[in-house]
């Protein structure tokens, strides 16, 4: 069974500091990695994707590989109260169906 | 541009009714999905479609059936609800493209109550 594991949280932040997200996966075949936000009733919503080890930045959020460690991370600089969601981990081998971790809940106190 | 389209948006059933949730993406993607998310559960898979043709199950496909009914629609059919699958279910679609899979887009959901 391929297992993503994250904090249920919730983590919270002051507004204008760093969020940082964490993940660990269990399949070392693991290739493709995505970060999704969902705020409370809505879909979930792509944020990032990354398949390299290294980092990847997109405006505020930096997504983290590391496959040796089987971990991956989101931070979001300069947080936001509009940040304040709950933050999907997924993990994909191959062409596999994309396996989700349970979320953590992010609150950004103004 | 639509993306991906579930219906309904919200159903109630009584406990043995069977229903039908209707899923189409206009993205022209190879690859669909349905999950269902419960408090505390995460998104749970319950069956895929890599591609036209083609279904499989899962982490938790019983009491439940699809059909890829061409590349755009993918349909998931209760035939006995029951009060366990009360639950948010969500339609996804992905290129899939090898090697790597890519990201997956999402419906707007079904939230689905049975009493």
């Known amino acids: 069974q391929k297992e993503v594991e994250q904090n249920s949280g919730p983590l919270s932040v002051p507004e204008g500091a760093i969020a940082s997200l964490n993940c660990t996966y269990s399949?070392?075949?693991?290739?493709?990695f995505f970060w999704y936000r969902q705020y409370s009733g809505k879909s979930p919503e792509l944020i990032m994707s990354?398949?390299?080890?290294g980092d990847k930045e997109d405006g505020r959020f930096t997504a983290q590989l590391n496959k040796a460690s089987q971990y991956v991370s989101l931070l979001i600089r300069d947080s936001q109260p509009s940040d304040s969601a709950t933050y999907l981990c997924?993990?994909?081998?191959?062409?596999?169906?994309?396996?989700f971790g349970k979320g953590t809940r992010l609150s950004v106190i103004a | 541009n639509a993306g991906v389209t579930q219906t309904p948006k919200f159903q109630v059933l009584k406990t043995g009714q069977s229903m039908t949730l209707q899923c189409a993406q206009d993205?022209?993607?190879?690859?669909m999905y349905w999950y269902r998310q419960d408090p505390g559960m995460g998104l749970r898979l319950i069956y895929y479609?890599?591609?036209?043709?083609?279904?499989d199950k899962g982490e938790v496909p019983n009491g439940y059936n699809v059909s890829r009914l061409n590349k755009r629609e993918f349909s998931l059919r209760l035939e006995s609800a029951a009060p366990s699958q009360t639950s948010v279910y969500f339609c996804?679609?992905?290129?899939?493209?090898?090697?790597?899979?890519?990201?997956?887009?999402f419906g707007q959901g079904t939230r689905l109550t049975v009493v």
């Open positions: 399949d070392r075949g693991s290739q493709s």
């Open positions: 993205m022209n993607h190879n690859s």
């Open positions: 479609s890599a591609s036209e043709g083609t279904t």
């Open positions: 990354i398949y390299s080890n």
């Open positions: 997924a993990v994909s081998s191959g062409n596999t169906p994309l396996v």
């Open positions: 996804a679609s992905s290129e899939n493209s090898l090697p790597q899979n890519t990201e997956a887009f």
